[in-house]
């Protein structure tokens, strides 16, 4: 028996179809094991030696594999064709060497579509374990351990509130909080276009004014309304001829197939998806056959498939459509190793795959590729300059028309700002020497707008152009910062929240170097040179230890009040912007109301987080938090009446609370109220009005007649059924599981719990308690959610999320309840004695 090895149960069962009967296909699901989050997994000062540890709900899945592979004759490693897939590769072989149940014969293939051709001929071609791919992995995987680990320590103690900082995150949370800082001290400037409407042989169009008084206009040059008002006079004064046609053809080639990163870009504008959800539906699609391997920096495509894709068009279309040679792309991938072919769909006759996202998305990546080896558009641009008689004042006017679609017949690819171009209409016929007729002229007065806030897909392409991080890790860096609540999404634009910042600027003051955007690009092309083995992966550890260590010693010994010190300084503009009126930003408003002298604010550093305080205290008890939990965006400003409810005709309010915004419809006791989701981007009315409506009724059970409940509860979406529950993935899923996939969910959700009455799952683990040597995790309890290790149960308090909560204060929550001893039972008091009957 031949025992073969993938990530997904999804993978393996499509696989298992292809081979023969002397195949047993099993998954990995996945990961099997990772350095445990404690301190010591990495260890520099024994040659950076890693402990390695198997997830605890893997090891059931790892004993299946186990138990088969000592009956095996050959064990064929079969994970995906990238870094990550070598490194689950390597985690089971090690796993089962030790185990002792390595089978003698131990082979690695790849394939980059899960189809039958790709799968049975990479059978026909096993290899050895990449150890170059392997060595980068572990140089990345203890990079971003000691980074954390050796940081995250720092931040607790001397940036309280703070929950952790990443190697990469860190980098891409600063790229957010410049550009706020960039609109923040944006000066807007007025300036004013001069737009004459025109009308020729009845069709109208526009020419704007480009020369005035014999000056050539940019676009500043009329900076007030006076200038603009004199110029439009002297348009409409003056006769206007047409003195140069000039046409010119223009053609525009086809944008190469999807990259991660490019796919990522454009489901991001074109369909509104998350980089995580993009990833998730293309895994999907990549397990059920339908594209190739969607974790890929390179754009060429296998000469068969170009030729498959080509017989596709010219199916569909007519021969001008097919250009005569094929197209070939060049990768611009720094790492070779990592740059496989674009992600195309592996069958060109297939239009559709999937359902719902994952039809949208195939259908994205069908026409991307398709449009890739299409014909180029020809299109004209057509200029028209009108002059007065005195030759001072020149209009001009633009067009642009299609004369053949080519590739623009299938899919045009989109763009994050819209630039004149993409406002260029058609222009009517006209010959030199006309003079249209003059219609009306307009000065227009305009501001210069600041840099637009990155959405998903600016920031992923401004990482790229960086040359930070890895597209396959961009999803995952992002999301991060979302659950960190570093970041928060409006009308998907990132905000960095205050704590974003002050972490940001914690990191550039004191960790400078490491948050550089050349030094995290270079220490990705160190970690290429590792791939391509031409650096010894120890080497490059070894490198990053010796500067950074002492760096971090050096900050752990400063005094609080001294980081405090410097991030007032440097936070001073945000912190304190200019008042009205020049007065001093920093002056206390209560000393000021109550008459007292010398009452000045400035940052300060508290138990649980930073916040802004007055010199006088404890005089004065003014304070104001600042990017503690609450803090952030809870200014009430987008605060109002969002409308009235389309069936009560009531106000629905939008209000900011204790534990963020919320809505509310109604007033006293019979008020309705729900939290605002922080996964919902595109948060208005409508969502409001949903919200109010909860619980939803999907429909009756099939089985039980009983109604199944959808609603939001305190650890998320959910559903309900007969005192059951199954979670749900996001707040859409509220209103959008139907009963097929709310009855599926259920089962799945019992099959977990294994029916009946079960232990609660931990909300997240989080290591050995370094005392008592248990599991640490945290909870949900009857009466809150709690920290354990396994022996001693300590409650988390009301301020501080589960989610949210680190290592280092479940340590202190659990030792401080250690502290007071066992909890005292109460005595319960005993039935009074019955009274013996009386003898008679």
């Known amino acids: 028996m031949q025992l073969v090895i993938v990530e997904s149960p999804a993978k393996a ?53 186990a138990d088969a592979a000592k009956n095996a004759d050959r064990l064929v490693l079969a994970t995906d064709p990238d870094r990550e897939g070598e490194a689950i590769s390597w985690h089971v072989q090690e796993l089962l060497k030790k185990r002792k149940a390595l089978p003698t014969k131990v082979d690695r293939v790849t394939f980059n579509a899960i189809t039958k051709n790709a799968v049975t001929e990479a059978m026909k071609s096993p290899r050895d374990l990449d150890t170059d791919l392997i060595d980068a992995y572990l140089a990345r995987r203890a990079l971003d351990y000691l980074f954390g680990f050796t940081l995250s320590p720092v931040l607790w103690r001397k940036l309280p509130g703070a929950k952790s900082a990443g190697r990469v995150q860190s980098v891409a949370l600063r790229l957010i909080c ?21 009308e020729q042989d009845g069709t109208e169009f526009e020419a704007r004014l480009v020369r005035f008084n014999g000056e050539k206009l940019d676009k500043m040059s009329l900076g007030n309304e006076g200038s603009a008002l004199a110029a439009k006079a002297a348009v409409e004064g003056a006769r206007f001829t047409i003195e140069d046609i000039e046409t010119k053809p223009l053609k525009r080639n086809p944008a190469p ?25 293309a895994q999907s699609l990549y397990e059920a056959g339908a594209i190739t391997y969607m974790r890929t920096d390179g754009v060429q495509m296998d000469p068969g498939a170009i030729h498959s894709l080509r017989d596709a068009i010219a199916e569909r279309y007519d021969n001008a459509f097919l250009p005569e040679k094929p197209r070939f792309y060049s990768t611009k991938a720094k790492n ?14 297939r239009d559709h795959a999937g359902s719902g996202d994952e039809a949208k998305l195939y259908t994205l990546i069908f026409k991307r590729a398709m449009a890739s080896q299409m014909s180029a558009a020809q299109l004209e641009r057509t200029t028209v300059t009108l002059r ?24 045009e690819e989109g763009r994050d700002s819209k630039s004149d171009e993409d406002e260029e209409g058609l222009l009517p016929v006209m010959h030199k020497g006309d003079c249209p007729l003059k219609k009306a002229v307009d000065a227009n007065q305009h501001f210069t707008q600041p840099p637009p806030r990155y959405s998903e897909a600016s920031l992923v392409k401004r990482l790229e152009e960086l040359g930070i991080g890895r597209p396959s890790t961009y999803a995952s860096t992002i999301q991060t910062l979302r659950d960190r609540d570093y970041v928060r999404m409006e009308k998907n634009r990132f905000h960095a929240e205050e704590s974003g910042r002050l972490l940001t600027a914690f990191l550039e003051r004191f960790f400078p170097t490491y948050v550089a955007y050349d030094f995290t690009a270079g220490m990705e092309d160190e970690l290429d040179t590792v791939s391509d083995g031409r650096e010894a992966y120890k080497d490059l550890l070894s490198k990053f230890w010796r500067d950074f260590k002492p760096k971090a010693d050096e900050v752990m010994e400063k005094m609080p009040s001294e980081v405090t010190e410097v991030l007032d300084e440097y936070l001073s503009d945000f912190l304190f912007p ?11 408003p209560l000393c000021r109301d109550e008459g007292r002298e010398g009452g000045r604010l400035a940052l300060r550093g508290g138990r649980y987080g930073a916040f802004v305080a007055c010199a006088n205290y404890p005089e004065c008890k003014y304070t104001r938090r600042f990017a503690q939990p609450g803090a952030d965006g809870g200014n009430g400003d987008d605060d109002g009446v969002m409308g009235t409810h389309p069936e009560t005709g009531e106000e629905i309010h939008r209000k900011t609370g204790r534990f963020g915004p919320y809505i509310q419809m109604g007033e006293g006791k019979e008020a309705k109220r729900a939290s605002i989701p922080k996964d919902l981007d595109d948060f208005d009315l409508e969502w409001a009005v949903k919200l109010l409506g909860l619980p939803r009724i999907v429909g009756e059970h099939p089985e039980t007649g009983n109604e199944i409940e959808a609603n939001i509860g305190r650890y998320g979406p959910y559903l309900r059924h007969d005192g059951k529950y199954a979670k749900l993935s996001s707040t859409r899923d509220v209103f959008d599981t139907g009963m097929n996939a709310a009855v599926a969910l259920l089962a799945e959700a019992a099959n977990r719990k294994g029916g009946g009455r079960t232990k609660a799952e931990p909300i997240k683990t989080l290591g050995a308690h370094p005392t008592s040597g248990g599991e640490i995790k945290v909870m949900p309890g009857r009466y809150g959610p709690y920290v354990t290790d396994g022996n001693v149960n300590a409650t988390i308090p009301k301020d501080i999320k589960p989610e949210d909560i680190e290592a280092a204060k479940a340590i202190e929550l659990i030792d401080a309840r250690a502290a007071k001893g066992p909890a005292k039972k109460k005595r319960r008091k005993s039935p009074a004695k019955k009274k013996a009957a009386a003898n008679k």
Request: hydrophobic fraction near 35%.
């Open 13 to 65: 069962k499509t696989i298992e179809k292809y081979l023969g009967k002397d195949f047993k296909v099993l998954a990995s699901y996945g990961h099997v094991r990772d350095l445990p989050p404690k301190d010591g997994s990495v260890r520099p000062d024994e040659d950076f030696a890693m402990d390695w540890e198997l997830y605890r709900d893997k090891q059931s899945r790892f004993k299946e594999i």
């Open 178 to 198: 410049e550009r706020e800082h960039e609109i923040e001290i944006f000066k807007p400037e007025e300036y004013w276009s001069v737009i004459a409407r025109l």
């Open 257 to 281: 197939p999807f990259t991660t990163s490019t796919l990522q870009q454009e489901a991001a504008r074109k369909l509104g998806f998350s980089a995580s959800h993009t990833m998730r539906l």
């Open 336 to 349: 070779a190793q990592e740059a496989h072919e674009a992600i195309r769909p592996t069958n060109f006759s």
């Open 388 to 411: 007065d008689p005195t030759g001072q004042h020149e209009l001009r006017a633009t067009g642009q028309v299609v004369k053949f679609p080519g590739f623009l017949a299938v899919y």
């Open 578 to 588: 200019p008042v009205e009126g020049g007065g001093d930003p920093r002056a206390c």
